[in-house]
């Protein structure tokens, strides 16, 4: 093994001790039974991890291609890293989704419940929740301290999560339901019931305490402002992007591609409803009930199949699908938390597959228009084929590019090149289904208009028919997002809250994709005549994730 690869195995073991929830997410043993220090001390220790990390890879000599990537990878994403730990951005980490608020609680989620051991590895970790959550109080009592908080309204967000979670609610606690799996499971052992119980009512107790703090100590002291502003924004971009743009131009393009994108909409509109407007269109595929799926149980099911299929049909056409990935589960997450589908990776050693995540809400009945190529962007070949390949190229991706290098830019613009590509190879071929790809290409398009322009307090430009000349705000963008991304309003709210909460992140998805068609043509002029668009992709998931502009490089020619 090189000297830079034996630098990233290394630091895939420390950040697993320092992060053990991360851990458990990537499948990596040992810490199952341990949960995260979230008081400013554990953020500090990944920081000096990453500094020292960094040293020895300015130490380190290229043995080979393979070396220099993976060592520029490491270098962008730790120091990117560290500039955010600087920044403070760890001391107000809350918002609706993505935030040591959620993890605590999604942890639970990817630990195996098989055995007697998994089982006790679940008690542990819950007795250890009130303990992760008081640290978590101190970093956001530290950043109060020195100005750094979340908004009003992400802390408000984050209590009623947090009360959700609790059992407070009118809603089952998420703890019980666990508590109840296990009876369910018949696994039988002298004192894990009661510690299973305990587990569970000091896990309630400690997202009670946390609702308590946030409804009573922190919202109080928070601003209505949120807006990041330049200098933040500016700083996250490069974290979800792994590249600095130009934001000015990039929100103006956002305009651009909202125009064309509504005008193939008008078109697609009157195929599936002759002298209909795009709003009655959307009417009718949101309500129309032979175009839905009837309960929680055949949705799951009905999204399931469309998986399946697209692994049974991509599989030695457009792509070559190993074996060990051959499989995609569809999960439903308990109650609580943001509703938009989301992916999670198999484990390291593939004992747990690729699932996707479907939040239902109080739905009970799902238009099947949007989530077919929400399908292709979550499963394949979207994140599953993406993320899934890489943990298969041990020689030639470091254990740190194969499992701790996800940056959005990358990840999610490679999904939404992928529900793209689905159209050009013709499973769209339902206008049903395209419009449901173009609201997709649309709301990616709105995410660039108002992430950018909230964060950044722009005018709406002077030309356009919303509120020509004002100031963008949270109302606005809801607005303007329910009229021109054709969601309905209550995913909306969620949505707009989530932009608000997350800088930069929401515009990763459409960035992401314009560099990888920029990546794909320019390819393409280089080979000329010999492009086979089977090799560019085998070529662009082998090189494993990286950060947008070591992207549209490594893939020019």
């Known amino acids: 093994m090189s000297r830079v690869f034996e630098i990233a195995d290394r630091y895939v073991d420390d950040i697993a001790a320092l992060e053990p929830s991360l851990a458990t997410v990537l499948g990596i043993p040992g810490h199952d039974h341990e949960m995260p220090d979230l008081s400013p001390e554990g953020p500090g220790k990944v920081a000096e991890l990453n500094r020292d990390t960094l040293r020895q890879l300015d130490e380190a000599t290229d043995e080979s291609e393979a070396d220099r990537v993976a060592r520029e990878v490491m270098q962008e994403r730790l120091g990117v890293s560290l500039d955010t730990y600087e920044a403070g951005e760890y001391l107000r980490a809350l918002r609706n989704i993505a935030s040591p608020l959620q993890s605590v609680r999604q942890v639970f989620d990817f630990m195996p419940k098989e055995t007697e051991e998994h089982w006790s590895n679940v008690a542990s970790r819950l007795n250890r929740v009130p303990e992760a959550l008081a640290g978590y109080r101190q970093s956001l009592s530290l950043g109060l301290e020195r100005g750094l908080s979340a908004s009003k309204r992400q802390a408000s967000e984050g209590a009623k999560q947090a009360r959700v979670w609790s059992g407070l609610s009118d809603k089952p606690s998420y703890f019980d339901q666990l508590r109840d799996q296990f009876v369910a499971s018949g696994v039988a052992s002298n004192g894990l019931a009661a510690d299973i119980e305990a587990g569970a009512k000091a896990a309630k107790e400690g997202y009670a305490e946390m609702h308590r703090y946030l409804s009573e100590d922190y919202e109080p002291k928070t601003s209505e402002r949120e807006a990041a502003g330049r200098e933040r924004y500016q700083l996250l971009s490069r974290v979800f992007l792994g590249a600095s743009i130009d934001l000015e131009e990039t929100y103006r393009w956002g305009w651009e591609e909202q125009y064309r994108i509504e005008e193939e909409m008008r078109k697609t509109a009157e195929k ?179 992430d950018i322009g909230m964060h950044l307090e722009l005018k709406i430009p002077n030309g356009e028919r919303f509120h020509p000349g004002e100031t963008w705000n949270h109302d606005l963008a809801l607005d303007f997002a329910v009229e021109r991304a054709l969601r309905p309003r209550t995913f909306m709210e969620s949505e707009v809250v989530r932009y608000l909460g997350w800088p930069a992140q929401a515009i990763s998805y459409k960035v992401g994709e314009r560099s990888w068609l920029t990546a794909r043509e320019s390819a393409r002029k280089a080979a000329g005549d010999s492009f086979d668009l089977k090799a560019f992709h085998t070529k662009a998931l082998s090189i494993g994730p990286m950060g947008l502009a070591q992207l549209e490089s490594e893939l020019a020619g």
């Open 272 to 450: 599936i409803k002759p002298g209909a407007t795009i709003a009655e269109v959307t009417d009718l595929l949101e309500n129309d009930p032979a175009r839905s799926v009837e309960g929680v149980e055949d949705y799951q099911r009905w999204l399931q199949e469309l998986h399946d299929e697209a692994l049974r049909d991509l599989h030695g056409k457009h792509f070559d699908i190993p074996d060990e990935i051959r499989l995609i589960e569809v999960m439903i997450p308990p109650p609580g938390g943001a509703l938009a589908p989301y992916y999670t990776g198999p484990s390291e050693d593939f004992t747990r597959p690729g699932r996707t995540w479907w939040p239902t809400g109080d739905a009970t009945r799902f238009p099947k228009w949007c989530d077919v190529s929400t399908v292709y962007h979550e499963g394949v070949p979207g994140h599953h084929l993406q993320v899934a390949t890489v943990r298969l190229y041990p020689e030639t991706l470091s254990r740190y590019q194969r499992l701790l290098t996800f940056i959005s830019g990358h990840g999610e613009g490679w999904a939404l090149y992928a529900e793209r590509l689905m159209s050009e190879l013709g499973y769209l071929e339902n206008p049903d289904y395209y419009m449901g790809l173009l609201s997709a290409q649309a709301l990616r398009s709105v995410r660039v208009i108002i």
